[in-house]
């Protein structure tokens, strides 16, 4: 079992940049694929990016493409995401997720396919 725990989220103006950290502990996610979701008041939990568990290959919501960046640094158990640009809409909490599974990163689209999920962590962007 790993657990979870982001960080880095808080209140930032439009057009601004904030990264969030997400670091895992009890095992090494050096072949975990991984993922990055969020959840605005009132809608559902929706993808926001994704990494296959080699990190060879990325895959983005469309709503962030271009904006947004997932990367992983496996000799720290930590994922990121590096958010630009960002809008009022982005204002969500976000989660990190795992999976020992390997699916086709595209299917990493879909909460089913995660195993293990952070507590999430709350980004506000003011217009």
């Known amino acids: 079992q790993i657990q979870l725990v982001e960080s880095g989220g808080g209140l930032v103006q439009a057009g601004g940049s904030l990264r969030l950290s997400c670091a895992a502990s009890?095992?090494?996610?050096?072949?975990?694929?991984l993922g990055w979701f969020r959840q605005a008041p009132g809608k559902e939990r929706e993808f926001v990016a994704a990494m296959n568990w080699s990190g060879g290959k990325t895959y983005y919501a469309d709503s962030v493409k271009g904006r947004f960046t997932i990367s992983r640094d496996n000799a720290k158990n930590t994922v990121y995401l590096q958010m630009n640009s960002l809008k009022p809409e982005d204002t969500a909490v976000y989660y990190c997720a795992a999976t020992r599974f390997r699916p086709a990163v595209g299917a990493l689209t879909a909460e089913s396919q995660y195993d293990y999920w952070g507590q999430g962590t709350q980004v506000t962007v003011s217009s």
């Open positions: 009890g095992r090494t996610f050096r072949n975990y694929a």
